[in-house]
């Protein structure tokens, strides 16, 4: 167990259960590369409507000419080859309302996933994606005659757009950085969800996204809507198959609770270790609104994710719980922005990162709190766990505060898992992985509570896979 | 087969010093073995050696549990092969309770795809807590964790007890424990003796041997057992001091 054995035994972020794929059969393909013809072959097999089309368009411009923010971020960004990158891959189909009409071979994906099964126990809705579209999507039928609307974003979009247009593209806008400006120009499946006034879902909703093909995009675009006194639980999952070549994702996420609603947004992310995983999430609350992200980031090349909430309106709450567990050759870059714009709002943020081997975790966190604000919390906490003395991890917290009886409460720790630590527990029968993987639950625990249940078990279940994984 | 714990002609070293000088010591099972000697004299490396610690040199030498040789063995097959090491510095894991660390180190035990029975276990550990006057409540506690010297020693012999070792070392338990304690982990002890089962206790002072009434008393000295004898020899070395081993012991070892 010395920091070097510990080091060479360090972990195959695959956790076997995602890495497998199917033969590459597809009915539209964009091809290699990214230009205006990529776009408008995007826009042709969608049938965008004109809009759409011009927004794609102005958002491959401002992606063009921003360049990679490799001035503060991890310089791997440059080994992103947008030339030898798929944008769009779809078998053509209308998302299926029964699994029965799934394609065979992304029906097996999906049940090896589990997905089917979670559906039935305790899911109000599933869309499952594969590659750029949605296979299969459905509700539970008491939602649909409450009047939820959940359906990919091109339908939301075309079908709906009185609905979506007026957000869209609003919490997080296309030049907000350059990969929200790739998945403004790109964008393909996703989630689109409305919930009328007063409608609280009991269950959570979910999406699963399924990379399968090799040399490709994954640019789903999500926008949820609550209504003033609504409530929603929105739970994705992600993984795909580990390939030699690099697969992008880079997903835009937009919420909007409106008067005293709640969003909470759950991820489960599991990506394969060529993944590129740069997602924008935003959450926009209300007066007496909520949104929750509760983001965990397992696996992956390089993670840069941020979740946000701006507190527009009074007595609004944000907050970010997160988790992120970086291995061998793996860089998680997270953290949590926090725009407080109205008095009396109050966000708290709890990240926790795992480092392993070389694995690199960075907490990024921003709070911002203007002069003229009154009565305004933030409580930030972000805890490092290091397993051998090579992990790194770096914080960079920037908080801005002024104002009245504003307070903002900054904790950070950094530990370790000895190698005292894994004798002693192996001394009691436990092996190097269980050791491990006990003290990075220990590390998560308090934090975990927090979720909702069957989300925590899957999350422990992962952690035990990458960390039983990571010792011969 | 032997039945015995046997050490023979063990020599270890750290960072090039020798720590443990040609030791040998059989404690066959049955019986309780008590090791004393004075700080620095090297029973915690004894202990954490026949542990599978890989920080220590092993130069030369066997240690035999059931006469199979565990050096070289990693520390859970160790655990399995049944000898338990009750720490003198218990390490503190965060976040892990001690109902779901015991349970896990049981589950270990199990094969492939056998589950631990919930109801059994719990009823298990609350009555050897019960037994050891340990607070039920602190099953939901971080391992150690903010626990005092008695308690953190307390939760090494529950441990003890719930994972049924052959071979039981005990490092300084004594150490850190009021005489109140004393008396509850002793009586726990106690109870778990059997012709099953041996122990090699190691301690500084001749009080534990007071409620732990050893069959043998080894005396240490410079890496290795320089004198044996029943457990009068425990009161002979508390009222003469570890001087006079010193005295009586260092031409020997020299
Ligand atoms: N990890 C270690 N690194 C360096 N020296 C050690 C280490 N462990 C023990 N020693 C040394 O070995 C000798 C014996 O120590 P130890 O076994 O703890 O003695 P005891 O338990 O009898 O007090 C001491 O001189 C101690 O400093
Ligand atoms: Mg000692």
């Known amino acids: ?472 | 087969m032997k039945h015995s714990l046997e050490v023979k002609n063990l020599h270890v070293s750290i960072d090039g010093q020798a720590i443990l000088k040609d030791f040998n010591l059989t404690v066959p099972k049955g019986e309780v073995h008590a090791l004393m000697g004075p700080n620095g004299t090297g029973k915690s490396t004894l202990a954490k050696v026949m542990a599978g610690h890989e920080d220590y040199t092993v130069e030369s030498g066997e240690v035999l549990l059931d006469g199979v040789n565990i050096l070289g063995q990693e520390p859970d097959e160790i655990s399995h092969a049944g000898l338990f090491l009750a720490f003198q510095y218990p390490m503190e894991i965060p976040g892990v309770s001690i109902a779901n660390f015991i349970r896990a180190a049981k589950q270990a035990r199990l094969p492939e795809g056998e589950e631990i029975n919930a109801i059994e276990y719990y009823k298990d550990l609350y009555a050897k807590m019960d037994a050891l006057k340990m607070d039920r409540k602190f099953t939901a506690r971080s391992l150690n964790e903010g626990f005092s010297g008695g308690e953190k020693k307390r939760c090494e012999i529950l441990q003890m007890a719930m994972l049924d070792p052959k071979y039981c070392v005990m490092d300084e338990t004594d150490s850190g424990l009021d005489i109140d304690a004393l008396r509850i982990v002793s009586e726990g002890v106690n109870h778990m003796r059997s012709e099953h089962r041996a122990f090699l206790v190691i301690t500084h002072y001749q009080r534990l041997l007071d409620y732990i009434v050893p069959d043998v008393v080894h005396v240490m000295f410079d890496g290795r057992i320089v004198h044996s004898g029943d457990k009068e020899l425990a009161k002979e070395l508390e009222s003469k001091g570890y001087d006079w081993v010193k005295e009586a012991f260092a031409t020997a070892s020299a």
Request: net charge negative; hydrophobic share 35%; glycine share 6%.
């Open chain 1, 1 to 472: 167990m010395s920091d070097t054995d510990l080091q060479d035994q360090a972990i195959q972020v695959d956790t076997e259960k995602g890495n497998f794929k199917y033969p590459e059969n597809y009915e539209f393909d964009a091809g290699l590369g990214l230009n205006e013809d990529t776009i408008k072959y995007i826009s042709d097999v969608k049938d965008d409507p004109d809009w759409v089309r011009e927004f794609r368009l102005n958002a491959l411009e401002v992606f063009q000419k921003k360049p990679m923010p490799t001035k503060w971020a991890d310089k791997d960004l440059e080994n992103i080859d947008f030339d030898k990158i798929r944008y769009y891959l779809s078998k053509g189909q209308q998302p299926a309302r029964s699994w029965d009409e799934v394609p065979d071979d992304v029906k097996e994906t999906f049940e090896r996933l589990g997905i089917p099964e979670q559906e039935r126990k305790f899911l109000a809705g599933v869309e499952a994606q594969f590659d750029s579209e949605a296979s299969y999507s459905r509700m539970k039928e008491d939602l649909e005659k409450d009047g939820v609307i959940f359906v990919g974003s091109s339908e939301g979009l075309a079908e709906y757009s009185e609905i979506f247009k007026p957000y869209f593209g609003k919490v997080i806008p296309t030049a907000d950085n350059k990969f929200s400006a790739l998945n403004s120009a790109a964008f393909s499946g996703g989630s689109f969800i409305y919930v009328p006034k007063g409608v609280k879902l009991k269950q959570p909703l979910q999406a699963y996204f399924r990379i399968n093909a090799e040399n490709f995009g994954q640019f789903e675009r999500t926008l949820i809507i609550a209504d003033e006194d609504s409530e929603i639980t929105y739970m994705e999952g992600c993984t795909a198959p580990k390939f030699e070549t690099t697969t992008l994702h880079s997903a835009v996420v937009e919420l909007v609770a409106l008067k005293n609603a709640k969003i909470q947004y759950i991820t489960v992310q599991n990506w394969s270790s060529n993944v590129f995983n740069l997602v924008t999430k935003r959450g926009m609350a209300d007066e007496g609104a909520e949104v929750k992200w509760i983001d965990c980031n397992i696996g992956s090349r390089l993670t840069m994710k941020y979740p946000g909430v701006v507190l527009k309106g009074k007595g609004a709450r944000g907050e970010v719980l997160s988790i992120a567990l970086a291995n061998e050759g793996q860089h998680q870059d997270t953290g949590a922005k926090m725009m407080h714009l109205a008095d009396n709002t109050t966000s708290n943020i709890i990240s926790k990162s795992i480092s392993i081997g070389k694995g690199r975790s960075t907490y990024r966190g921003q709070v911002h709190m203007p002069k003229h604000l009154k009565d305004c919390k933030n409580n930030t906490e972000c805890d490092a766990l290091l397993i051998n003395t090579n992990s790194r991890t770096d914080t960079y917290p920037a908080i801005t505060t002024r104002g009245q009886n504003n307070t903002v409460q900054h904790e950070a720790s950094v530990s370790k898992v000895s190698a005292e630590q894994i004798f002693y527990m192996m001394q009691r029968g436990l092996s190097e992985g269980e050791a491990m993987s006990l003290a990075v639950n220990g590390f998560v625990n308090e934090l975990m509570k927090a979720f909702p249940m069957e989300y925590s078990v899957e999350l422990k279940r992962l952690i035990d896979m990458e960390m039983e994984g990571s010792v011969g």
